[in-house]
């Protein structure tokens, strides 16, 4: 697990749009698995400004939703099938056909997360999943204790969960659903390259356990220690609690351009 610290939520955005864009350089159709909430808006937004700067050209790229709350409306604002369109989709000129997602609205949630897990095996894999990380340690929507082999299936979210989402519903947590879809942490790890990016001190003591405390389904975040290739990408902030930091920052600092994130 690659380690990187960064002074700020911008500047994390730039050093994974940067890894994104060479990404896309060298496989213009790849599979981008992409996360929602506020932690991943700068890399959407240097992503976009790199696109549109002519640096990199995302017209052949294809999305990938990481998860979906259950019974929201099709088209409802807050659902992520709406929040990916809106922030990734769109902004990035790219059409619907390029983007795949899990059906929160179906009559059979069971055979639409099925049916999600076999989509992605189908188009050859994520590429690339950008993660966020949650107040206790989750990624997507796998909440503590889950099962560290987990596929795309249906979860209730902790409480937790619900109270730090209810921004997105005007504060109200009773229009936060209590069911969602998600990419289970064994179709996450699937990904050729994880990339989990976490800004301020709320994050900060779950992304210590995550890096450097052990792999346990306590803590869903730390089965990124089991990837060959995932990188964590955190201000200075959520990097407050880390014992290795001066470690990571050191590496990174030494770390020969061709390497890459």
């Given at each position: 697990?690659?380690?990187v610290?960064v002074?700020?939520?911008?500047?994390?955005?730039e050093?994974?749009a940067?890894?994104?864009?060479a990404?896309l350089?060298?496989?213009p159709s790849?599979?981008l698995?992409?996360?929602?909430?506020?932690?991943p808006?700068p890399v959407?937004?240097?992503?976009?400004a790199k696109?549109?700067a002519g640096?990199?050209d995302?017209?052949s790229?294809?999305?990938a939703q990481?998860?979906?709350?259950?019974?929201?409306?099709?088209?409802?604002?807050?659902?992520?099938?709406?929040?990916?369109?809106?922030e990734?989709?769109e902004?990035?000129?790219?059409g619907r056909d390029?983007f795949?997602?899990?059906?929160?609205?179906?009559?059979?949630v069971r055979?639409?997360?099925l049916?999600?897990?076999r989509?992605l095996?189908a188009a050859g894999g994520v590429d690339l999943q950008?993660?966020?990380?949650g107040?206790?340690?989750?990624?997507?929507?796998?909440?503590?204790c889950?099962s560290?082999?987990s596929?795309?299936?249906?979860?209730t979210?902790?409480?937790?969960?619900r109270?730090d989402n209810?921004?997105?519903?005007?504060?109200?947590?009773?229009q936060?659903?209590?069911h969602?879809?998600?990419?289970?942490i064994?179709?996450?790890?699937?990904a050729?390259?994880?990339?989990?990016?976490?800004t301020?001190?709320?994050?900060?003591?779950?992304?210590a356990l995550?890096?450097?405390?052990?792999?346990?389904?306590v803590?869903p975040?730390?089965a990124?220690?089991?990837?060959?290739?995932?990188?964590?990408?955190?201000?200075?902030?959520?990097?407050?609690?880390?014992?290795?930091?001066?470690?990571?920052?050191?590496t990174?600092?030494?770390?020969?351009?061709?390497?890459g994130?």
């Amino acid at each position: 697990m690659e380690v990187v610290i960064v002074e700020d939520a911008a500047a994390g955005g730039e050093v994974v749009a940067q890894s994104i864009a060479a990404l896309l350089r060298a496989a213009p159709s790849a599979l981008l698995g992409v996360a929602t909430g506020s932690t991943p808006g700068p890399v959407y937004r240097a992503l976009t400004a790199k696109v549109e700067a002519g640096e990199v050209d995302v017209s052949s790229a294809r999305i990938a939703q990481l998860d979906e709350y259950v019974g929201l409306p099709t088209g409802h604002p807050e659902s992520y099938r709406s929040v990916v369109l809106r922030e990734v989709v769109e902004p990035l000129g790219l059409g619907r056909d390029s983007f795949m997602g899990p059906d929160g609205s179906a009559a059979d949630v069971r055979a639409a997360c099925l049916a999600y897990d076999r989509a992605l095996a189908a188009a050859g894999g994520v590429d690339l999943q950008l993660l966020g990380i949650g107040t206790d340690g989750h990624i997507g929507f796998n909440e503590p204790c889950s099962s560290l082999a987990s596929r795309t299936r249906i979860k209730t979210l902790t409480e937790q969960t619900r109270v730090d989402n209810a921004r997105f519903f005007g504060g109200d947590i009773e229009q936060v659903p209590r069911h969602v879809i998600t990419q289970g942490i064994g179709t996450i790890l699937e990904a050729r390259h994880l990339v989990l990016l976490a800004t301020g001190e709320n994050k900060a003591d779950a992304v210590a356990l995550a890096v450097e405390g052990p792999v346990a389904s306590v803590v869903p975040a730390s089965a990124l220690q089991l990837h060959p290739h995932a990188t964590v990408v955190v201000d200075e902030a959520a990097a407050s609690k880390l014992k290795l930091a001066d470690y990571f920052r050191a590496t990174y600092a030494a770390k020969p351009d061709w390497q890459g994130l």
